[in-house]
């Protein structure tokens, strides 16, 4: 069975520095997606990025980049420039190919800005 | 506005009393999920729809049920809670494949007493 784990429950960055989200997986399937949510005070869940297996090239979106070492079974996202926006919950997240292509969930990282 | 909605978002029940949880997109995705929130957790499947008819179990699905009769709807219905089901519920939805990704709803925060 797939697993996620995210070491770090809580993390604090300054505003405009860098800082970057642990993830590490477990699985025996050899082209999967990963997935960054981002889980504001309003709970609403929000996809933040995503990462094919099978690309070697590490995805990118405006200011968040994950670093994606597959050998390595590791998915660390990097949040440039911070902003008091960016304060949430953040889920690292494993989706599984067939049976219930359901999302495995690590437990979370609780990301403080401060200004 | 493509979205997932649930009803309702909020809700305080006591132990036995039957209730339903709405879950409805309109992205006419053929995929649906449920999820449960609970803190130092993560987020866990309790049920999932490939289509409709189509239902099966997640990871913790003791005390739940679903059904699928029409694509856009997934209700999650709890027959007799309790209060370990206290909990923050996510409905989800995508096209099928695991490549996609999955849109969810709102939540909804329940608290069985």
């Given at each position: 069975a797939?697993?996620?784990?995210?070491s770090?429950?809580?993390m604090?960055?300054q505003?405009a520095?860098?800082?970057?989200?642990?993830?590490?997986?477990d699985?025996s399937e050899?082209?999967?997606y990963?997935?960054?949510?981002?889980?504001?005070p309003?709970?609403?869940?929000?996809?933040?990025?995503r990462?094919?297996?099978?690309?070697q090239?590490n995805a990118?979106e405006n200011r968040?980049?994950v670093?994606?070492?597959k050998?390595?079974?590791?998915?660390?996202?990097?949040?440039s420039?911070?902003?008091?926006?960016?304060a949430?919950?953040?889920f690292?997240?494993y989706r599984?190919?067939?049976g219930s292509?359901?999302l495995v969930?690590?437990?979370?990282?609780?990301?403080?800005?401060?200004? | 506005?493509a979205q997932?909605t649930?009803?309702?978002?909020?809700?305080i029940t006591?132990?036995?009393?039957k209730?339903?949880?709405t879950c409805?997109?309109?992205m006419?995705h053929?995929?649906?999920?449920?999820?449960?929130?609970?803190?130092?957790?993560?987020l866990?499947q309790i049920y999932?729809s490939m289509?409709?008819?189509?239902t099966d179990?997640g990871?913790?699905p003791?005390g739940?049920?679903?059904?699928?009769?029409e694509?856009r709807n997934?209700p999650?219905i709890?027959e007799?809670p309790?209060?370990?089901q206290t909990?923050?519920?996510?409905?989800a939805?995508s096209?099928?494949?695991?490549?996609n990704e999955?849109f969810?709803?709102?939540?909804t925060r329940l608290?069985v007493?």
């Open positions: 797939q697993t996620v784990t995210q770090q429950p809580e604090s960055v505003e520095e860098t800082v970057t989200l642990s993830c590490t997986y699985t050899s082209d999967y990963l997935f960054w949510y981002k889980q504001p309003s709970r609403q869940m929000i996809l933040v990025i990462q094919e297996a099978y690309k090239q990118t968040f980049s670093n994606f070492q050998a390595a079974k590791s998915f660390s996202l990097k949040i420039d911070s902003q008091l926006g960016d949430a919950m953040y690292c997240a599984t190919q067939g292509e359901k969930f690590g437990k979370g990282t609780k990301l403080t800005v401060n200004p | 506005e997932v649930q009803n309702p978002r909020y809700l006591v132990t036995g009393k209730l339903t949880v409805s997109q309109n006419n053929e995929y649906m999920s449920w999820y449960r929130q609970d803190p130092g957790l993560g866990r999932y289509n409709v008819e189509v179990k990871d913790v003791e739940y049920k679903v059904s699928r009769k694509k997934f999650l709890l007799s309790s209060p370990n909990s923050l519920y996510f409905c939805s096209p099928q494949g695991y490549y999955q969810f709803g709102p939540g608290t007493l």
